[in-house]
């Protein structure tokens, strides 16, 4: 008999937790441990940011379901990792700490014989100054509270300028000079623009992105070149053509270092330090590991040998300049190379570099995104690594057989650009590979534009919609669950 | 050249029964990339179970 502890209940862990549960003989132990007592869907938060979903709409209790399928649940947080045991423990360990309930501030040594760290990024808003969901005037979208916070603040908004018939600035983009999530920060300013124009105050309101990125539609992943219609479009020219539409104007380079009421500080490429002013703002905070640390049976300190920040995997780590980065830098299997039952899909893994172009400004400071993972890779990270542990124990040993680097693997984002039946739009976008191979697509920007395409409408409204409803009866483990992909 | 969205693309983009279409023709050609599968880029050498 193995157990399998999963740590995290977002899109990685919940979908390794779900395919492990449902392949492995129930003589086999599958644990979770998350601290957050629902599953959220992600993608959707955006929409309760704009007040047309409740939170209530993008979450459901985990403990149900993980009851009814015999999956065992924890609601605790993991603290340290100790794959060696300890003195007492000759098992290897997580020491988790309860998180609610009776044994709240509790503490227990989880043994396992595999362990999937699924504990995604840590909201790092401490690294920004002032840069706190809720104060300063500025919101986040990251969770369903914190959009529900968002959505109260903009409609506070909205209200005023209609009682006092003044004008207002928004803000939406990133609030760090390395933050990634583009995307999502995308999808807001979008939104809030067609809400505006639906509550008949657009004209009242000036929108501007504000973004680490270098151009327009990087989003992290070094821009892309797509077929757009019958043409070939980069996606630069594709967002700036979108914002021009829109009246929304842009801030490039910039990396937020302060927030004070109604005021974002940044410097930019050209190391000038600027202030933007506004009434509300939503920006996207830097990711960062949880600060985890592992120790040896002895209690040694061995947390560089699992963590760089986030967990460490078979990445190639050697850092080498842009020109020289490739596809094969990226990991395959999310496995910790000192300890192979260790394994690390969706976020939580530490990526070898950047995909953007890195860049500093004058006064040296790194501006320029970091690497997102969004949820369909994140998904299929976990659910390859949930598989190569289940072929591990029914087999004896670990083949490995099951593989996913972002380098061969294609990703879908539909962005929401505004909810409405009728009145909704959607920009879906196909990229392969996620990260650029420039060797094999050498003139096409490392992507193939066979499948690499945008389009721009309201079946991108309803698709999006049809993922937020396919994704939660996939995560509920409803009948046939597993027929929809990750 | 400055790319724009043209009113009669507006148009398009935002018609229903048009969009009704789109929306077959997308969730096919996404599900496509989607079923299209991944893989490694490097060989692996297998680890002997813990
Ligand atoms: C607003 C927004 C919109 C987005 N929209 C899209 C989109 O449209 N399409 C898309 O593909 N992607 C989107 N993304 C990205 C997507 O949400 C992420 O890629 C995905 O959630 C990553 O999954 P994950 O499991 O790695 O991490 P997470 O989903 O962050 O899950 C991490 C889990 O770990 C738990 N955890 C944290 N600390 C601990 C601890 N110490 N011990 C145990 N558990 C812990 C958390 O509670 C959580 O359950 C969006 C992201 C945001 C913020």
Redesign the pocket.
Same mark, same amino acid.
């Given at each position: 008999m193995s157990k399998i502890v999963v740590?995290?209940? @977002?899109? @990685? %862990?919940h979908v390794a937790a779900a395919h492990l549960r449902r392949k492995l003989p129930k003589d086999h132990e599958v644990l979770v $441990? !998350? &601290?957050?007592r629902n599953y959220q869907w992600? &993608?959707s938060?955006?929409w309760v940011g704009i007040g047309r979903m409740k939170p209530k709409d993008v979450f459901f209790p985990l403990e149900p379901v993980y009851r009814k399928k015999g999956i065992g649940y924890k609601q605790? =947080? #993991?603290?340290s990792f100790h794959p060696e045991g300890d003195a007492s423990q000759n098992k290897p360990y997580v020491l988790?700490e309860y998180v609610f309930g009776e044994k709240a501030g509790i503490q227990e040594k989880v043994t396992y014989d595999f362990l999937i760290n #699924?504990?995604? /990024? =840590?909201l790092a808003f401490e690294l920004t100054e002032g840069l706190k969901p809720g104060t300063n005037k500025a919101f986040s $979208?990251?969770t369903y509270d914190h +959009?529900e916070q968002a959505s109260t603040g903009l409609n506070a908004l909205v209200e005023r300028i209609k009682k006092s018939n003044s004008r207002a600035k928004i803000l939406i983009g990133t609030g760090h000079a390395k933050a990634t999530?583009q @995307?999502?920060a995308f999808?807001?300013i979008l939104n809030v623009e067609r809400e505006l124009v639906r509550l008949g105050v657009r004209d009242k309101v000036e929108i501007t992105w504000i973004s680490n990125e270098y151009t327009l539609g990087d989003f992290g992943m070094d821009g892309m070149l797509l077929t757009y219609g019958n043409s070939t479009l980069k996606s630069s020219d594709m967002v700036e053509m979108i914002f021009r539409d829109r009246g929304i104007k842009w801030i490039l380079g910039a990396g937020v270092f302060k927030m004070e009421d109604g005021k974002a500080h940044y410097e930019n490429l050209e190391g000038e330090y600027k202030t933007e002013e506004f009434d509300f703002a939503m920006l996207?905070p830097a990711f960062s590991g949880?600060g985890?640390k592992a120790f040896d049976k002895d209690n040694k300190d061995i947390t560089e040998k699992l963590f760089k920040g986030f967990m460490i995997v078979d990445a190639d780590y050697t850092a080498k300049p842009y020109e020289e980065w490739t596809v094969q830098d990226w990991p395959e299997t999310y496995q910790n190379p000192s300890y192979p039952n260790i394994f690390a /899909?969706?976020? +939580?893994f530490a990526p070898p570099h950047a995909i953007s172009k890195p860049r500093k400004s004058k006064n040296g400071t790194d501006i320029f995104p970091s690497p997102?993972?969004? %949820?369909?890779p !994140?998904g299929i990270t976990?659910k390859l690594v949930a598989d190569n542990i289940i072929d591990a124990i029914k087999q004896g040993n670990m083949t490995l057989n099951h593989k996913g680097s972002l380098g061969n693997m294609g #990703?879908a984002?539909? #962005?929401s650009a505004g909810y409405g039946t009728t009145s909704g739009s959607g920009i879906s976008m196909t990229t392969y590979p996620i990260v650029p191979n420039y060797n094999k697509y050498k003139n096409t920007g490392g992507r193939d534009l066979k499948k690499t395409f945008g389009d721009i409408g309201l079946a991108g409204h309803w698709l =999006?919609l049809t993922l937020h409803y396919a994704f939660l009866y996939k995560a509920k483990m409803k009948p046939f669950w597993w027929l929809i992909p990750e | 050249m400055r790319q724009e969205i043209s009113e009669s693309q507006r148009l398009r983009m935002q018609n229903p029964f048009i969009q009704i279409f789109k929306y077959i023709y997308l969730s096919l050609k996404i599900l496509k990339i989607v079923a299209g599968g991944h893989g490694g880029t490097r060989k692996v050498i297998a680890n002997p179970r813990p």
């Open positions: 740590l995290g209940a @977002g899109i @990685g %862990g $441990v !998350s &601290p957050n992600v &993608p938060n955006i605790a =947080k #993991a603290v988790v #699924a504990t995604g /990024p =840590k $979208v990251c +959009a999530c @995307g999502a999808e807001y996207i949880h985890f /899909p969706g976020i +939580a997102p993972r969004t %949820g369909m !994140s976990a #990703a984002c539909i #962005a =999006k | -």
